[in-house]
């Protein structure tokens, strides 16, 4: 059997569940914190609360260590273009890690602010449920 895993990420937070989506199972928690918090302060502010940096290396390798032994990876997001955290994450592992890269089977965006952890959790059974 195949081991899946689902990861939620935002700019600087994912949450990785990789021990199954069951009602009681809890993520992993992953967070970066901010280099400069007066900068990301400013950041905040002129984006109106929605810092549209790019995901940072470091925080792309951090994750990518919690799913090394996933088989399959389901991927949900926030944002666009160059706001979407998990479309900078896959970009980044298309380019630093192609071999790994091939193990992702879904993306999806959802808006991750306004859903609760039982939400996010409801979008990825469903994710797996798919063909």
Same mark, same amino acid.
């Given at each position: ?5 689902f ?14 989506l069951?009602?009681?199972t ?18 905040? /502010? ?7 940096? +790019?995901? &940072?290396p470091?925080? #792309? %390798?951090?994750v990518?260590?919690?799913i !090394?032994?996933?088989d399959?990876?389901?991927?949900v997001?926030?944002g ?5 955290a998990?479309?900078n994450?896959?970009?980044?592992l ?8 091939? /193990? ?7 808006? +991750?602010? &306004?859903?609760?952890? #039982? %939400? ?5 059974? !469903? ?5």
């Open positions: 059997m195949s081991r899946k895993v990861v939620a990420i935002s700019r600087n937070h994912a949450w990785v569940w990789a021990h199954g069951e009602p009681h809890k993520p992993e928690v992953i967070e970066e914190p901010a280099i400069n918090a007066e900068y990301q302060t400013i950041l905040n /502010k002129f984006f109106n609360g929605r810092n549209r940096s +790019l995901l &940072s470091a925080f #792309a %390798e951090r990518l260590s919690h !090394k032994d996933a399959e990876i389901y991927l997001g926030a666009k273009g160059k706001a979407s998990v479309g994450f896959v970009t980044y298309r380019k630093q890690h192609p071999l790994f890269a091939e /193990k992702v089977r879904r993306i999806e965006t959802v808006d +991750l602010e &306004s859903l609760t952890e #039982a %939400e996010v959790m409801a979008a990825g059974r !469903k994710m797996y449920l798919r063909p």
